[in-house]
């Protein structure tokens, strides 16, 4: 056990390194790209160009370089920002982890509770009128660009029905902190938290029913029938639980993608200053100190879901256990 | 991560409908009185398509989609009568027999800004003007050329891309396929859109210089290529589990054991199988997309103005959101509209394919 643990380990470290190099090449080695002159201004002149290299560390040999950037993001973590000079990288991503986490958390709540909802529904009513609205309002769902679906509800909270009664309480876009005002928390995520949920159960929703119908074909459903239980104890307690293994792998994954910064369109959309947003501007400005740490953040939580998920599935499917060892 | 992995286990069921002979290959029936009502799996699946009615209209609504887009030029002329891709700041519009400027000056407020002229919902400025006094609905259909293109054109790459990558390092195996193997693990665990994103940022400014090979930044080619890369490991990894599983298959040992070599095998056993993989994920991919190129335009790094995308079109009217809501309400609805019937025509080629799905639904009832 202690060798597969170390060996996942090992393969986290690797793909993270290499998707640490990945961001690296592709910010100094793409041909026709120059951070400094991205810093410098469009129409700087030589000497201040010059500076600016010298100045960054840009002349130095790209190895050099990348062996710094890591150096000072992992081991010194005194990595500053290009951009805002002065500004410390690390300690503004931990800033916007509260917002980021507030957000997704929330959202993940919204859709895991929606999603077993509309998947059991459409399950138990399989073949009505009920289960084919249900799985087309799903699909149409998974069709919305999270974006848009974010300006149509600032469109109608913020503006059109903003003076009715049924709006009136949705407060201006932005983040309001949880330990300062959990009410004013709760009113300015609640429309973010629907909106990125939104595919989401649509997503699991019809996955949730597509694997419900499945365990609903098979033996030990019978067996349990043949035993005399009752439907709602052979739901819950069986087939449910069973189609909870794929349910939970698509959840580890997804959940650790949007608490990596996957929300980012979301963050920009609602105008919350998250993790997502950071990256957005980061990117934006060619700010590559920032860049670097936002994508190696993202990516362990990306590396480290990954191998929960693999785990957590191992623990669930003596199948799996079992053809691995 | 919308996507399942269609066909991976197809080879089984396979071969427990259709006995033991090479199972869903196009050649499967050139034996002689092996079915006496063998049409082949092609025109089987064909056939289980077309008596889909969701997906048969769905097929209709995206080539009815297609058409629109591709009268662009025409509505730009004969209707709308203005060219959609230069700004039109001082024009003016007849509505109900009255002069309307399209860049109207705001009365309420400090009266400094301006709005565009909203919906008329006749032929000039049928949705209204974005800021620039362009008229939303020809620049939507003009959009929507470029939506579908690179929607398109990234498919095309993910596959061919996927299926090339998926098959050498599924059937060579060894040191091939582990060094294509991590390559893509580590693709696969890089965000899709911070990836998407990064590339495109390097390349909007100044286009992309390979050599002798310069893609412009305004060329359509730049979003085409992100995408299609971003997406390989998608498909690719599935590809590749099938290939190995394929590889293991009886009839493949059979024909090594036959002493077939092994780029026939490749060619006659391996492909056709694989393709029907491509064939499934083809319209789900081209869905999605579809809507990371509109993420990518939204964020003003997909498609450059003065051309446009349906995701463009939606940034253009951020600013205008709340005084002319159409001009992003509209491109968003052809999104979900074209997307929608993607995913729904995916999920009937899936079921036609599949063999998985056709046992699932049996067992369900």
């Known amino acids: 056990m202690i060798r597969v643990v170390l060996a996942r380990l090992g393969q986290m470290a690797f793909v993270m390194a290499g998707i640490s190099?990945?961001?690296?090449?592709?910010?100094?080695?793409?041909?026709?790209?120059?951070?400094?002159?991205?810093?410098?201004?469009?129409?700087?002149?030589?000497?201040?160009?010059?500076?600016?290299?010298?100045?960054?560390?840009?002349?130095?040999?790209?190895?050099?370089?990348?062996?710094?950037?890591?150096?000072?993001?992992?081991?010194?973590?005194?990595?500053?920002?290009?951009?805002?000079?002065?500004?410390?990288?690390?300690?503004?991503?931990?800033?916007?982890?509260?917002?980021?986490?507030?957000?997704?958390?929330?959202?993940?709540?919204?859709?895991?509770?929606?999603?077993?909802?509309?998947?059991?529904?459409?399950?138990?009513?399989?073949?009505?009128?009920?289960?084919?609205?249900?799985?087309?309002?799903?699909?149409?769902?998974?069709?919305?660009?999270?974006?848009?679906?974010?300006?149509?509800?600032?469109?109608?909270?913020?503006?059109?029905?903003?003076?009715?009664?049924?709006?009136?309480?949705?407060p201006g876009l932005g983040y309001v902190p949880l330990t300062q005002d959990p009410v004013g928390w709760f009113k300015a995520l609640v429309i973010p938290w629907v909106a990125l949920a939104i595919l989401f159960v649509g997503l699991y929703g019809r996955v949730l029913r597509a694997s419900l119908v499945e365990a609903y074909g098979e033996d030990f459903i019978r067996t349990a029938r043949a035993k005399g239980l009752g439907e709602g104890r052979i739901l819950f307690r069986h087939a449910l639980r069973t189609s909870m293994v794929t349910f939970v792998s698509m959840f580890g994954l997804d959940?650790?993608?949007?608490?990596?910064?996957?929300?980012?369109?979301?963050?920009?959309?609602?105008?919350?200053?998250?993790?997502?947003?950071?990256?957005?501007?980061?990117?934006?400005?060619?700010?590559?100190?920032?860049?670097?740490?936002?994508?190696?953040?993202?990516?362990?939580?990306?590396?480290?879901?990954?191998?929960?998920?693999?785990?957590?599935?191992?623990?669930?499917?003596?199948?799996?256990?079992?053809?691995r060892a | 991560m919308t996507l399942a992995s269609p066909g991976a286990a197809s080879q089984d069921a396979a071969s427990?409908?259709?006995?033991?002979?090479?199972?869903?290959?196009?050649?499967?029936?050139?034996?002689?009185?092996?079915?006496?009502?063998?049409?082949?799996?092609?025109?089987?699946?064909?056939?289980?398509?077309?008596?889909?009615?969701a997906a048969v209209a769905s097929l209709a609504a995206l080539v009815l989609i297609v058409l629109c887009t591709l009268a662009a030029p025409l509505y730009a002329t004969r209707v709308s009568e203005t060219d959609p891709f230069t700004s039109n700041l001082s024009g003016s519009v007849v509505v109900d027999g009255e002069t309307?400027?399209?860049?109207?000056?705001?009365?309420?407020?400090?009266?400094?800004?301006?709005?565009?002229?909203?919906?008329?919902?006749?032929?000039?400025?049928?949705?209204?003007a974005d800021g620039q006094g362009r008229d939303v609905m020809a620049r939507l259909l003009y959009g929507g050329q470029n939506s579908l293109v690179i929607a398109g054109g990234a498919t095309v790459i993910t596959l061919v891309a996927a299926a090339v990558v998926g098959i050498v390092a599924g059937f060579f195996g060894g040191i091939v396929d582990a060094v294509l193997s991590r390559l893509l693990d580590v693709l696969w665990a890089f965000p899709?859109?911070?990836?998407?994103?990064?590339?495109?940022?390097?390349?909007?400014?100044?286009?992309?210089?390979?050599?002798?090979?310069?893609?412009?930044?305004?060329?359509?080619?730049?979003?085409?290529?992100?995408?299609?890369?971003?997406y390989v490991p998608y498909v690719a990894r599935p590809i590749r589990g099938q290939v190995l599983q394929l590889k293991r298959s009886e009839f493949v040992l059979a024909a090594?054991?036959?002493?077939?070599?092994?780029?026939?095998?490749?060619?006659?056993?391996?492909?056709?199988?694989?393709?029907?993989?491509?064939?499934?994920?083809?319209?789900?991919?081209?869905?999605?997309?579809?809507?990371?190129?509109?993420?990518?335009?939204?964020?003003?790094?997909?498609?450059?103005?003065?051309?446009?995308?349906?995701?463009?079109?939606?940034?253009?009217?951020?600013?205008l959101l709340y005084t002319r809501p159409w001009v992003a309400i509209a491109p968003g609805i052809a999104i979900v509209l074209t997307v929608l019937a993607l995913n729904v025509l995916g999920d009937g080629v899936r079921d036609a394919l599949d063999p998985k799905a056709k046992l699932r639904v049996r067992k369900g009832r």
């Open chain 1, 21 to 170: 190099i990945l961001v690296f090449l592709i910010f100094f080695a793409t041909p026709g790209t120059d951070p400094a002159a991205r810093i410098a201004g469009r129409n700087a002149a030589p000497e201040v160009l010059a500076a600016v290299r010298h100045d960054f560390g840009f002349d130095q040999p790209l190895a050099v370089q990348y062996v710094l950037l890591m150096k000072r993001l992992f081991v010194t973590g005194d990595l500053t920002s290009f951009v805002n000079r002065g500004q410390k990288v690390v300690p503004s991503i931990l800033q916007a982890v509260p917002v980021t986490m507030s957000l997704v958390v929330g959202a993940a709540l919204v859709w895991v509770v929606a999603s077993v909802a509309v998947g059991t529904l459409a399950c138990v009513w399989r073949g009505t009128v009920v289960d084919k609205a249900l799985m087309i309002l799903g699909l149409i769902g998974i069709s919305m660009p999270v974006f848009w679906v974010g300006e149509v509800a600032n469109l109608i909270t913020q503006s059109r029905y903003h003076d009715t009664w049924l709006f009136s309480w949705v």
């Open chain 1, 255 to 323: 959940f650790g993608l949007l608490v990596g910064g996957g929300a980012l369109l979301t963050e920009v959309v609602f105008g919350l200053q998250g993790v997502g947003y950071l990256t957005y501007n980061a990117l934006q400005n060619l700010d590559l100190p920032v860049i670097m740490a936002t994508v190696m953040y993202a990516s362990f939580f990306v590396v480290a879901s990954n191998a929960a998920v693999d785990l957590i599935y191992a623990a669930l499917d003596p199948r799996v256990r079992l053809a």
């Open chain 2, 16 to 53: 427990q409908v259709a006995g033991s002979e090479r199972p869903d290959t196009p050649g499967a029936g050139r034996e002689p009185g092996a079915r006496a009502t063998s049409r082949g799996p092609w025109v089987t699946a064909l056939r289980k398509l077309l008596q889909d009615r």
């Open chain 2, 100 to 128: 309307v400027d399209v860049i109207q000056a705001d009365t309420g407020g400090l009266g400094l800004g301006t709005t565009p002229i909203g919906p008329t919902w006749t032929g000039h400025y049928f949705m209204g």
């Open chain 2, 192 to 230: 899709v859109y911070l990836l998407a994103i990064s590339l495109s940022i390097v390349t909007i400014g100044r286009g992309l210089v390979l050599g002798p090979v310069t893609i412009s930044s305004s060329s359509l080619l730049l979003p085409i290529v992100i995408i299609g890369i971003i």
């Open chain 2, 256 to 319: 090594t054991g036959l002493g077939v070599p092994r780029h026939r095998i490749l060619v006659t056993d391996i492909l056709p199988n694989v393709a029907t993989t491509l064939i499934v994920f083809a319209p789900l991919m081209m869905a999605l997309n579809m809507i990371t190129e509109s993420a990518l335009s939204f964020l003003s790094i997909g498609v450059q103005s003065p051309a446009a995308s349906w995701g463009t079109i939606i940034e253009d009217g951020q600013g």
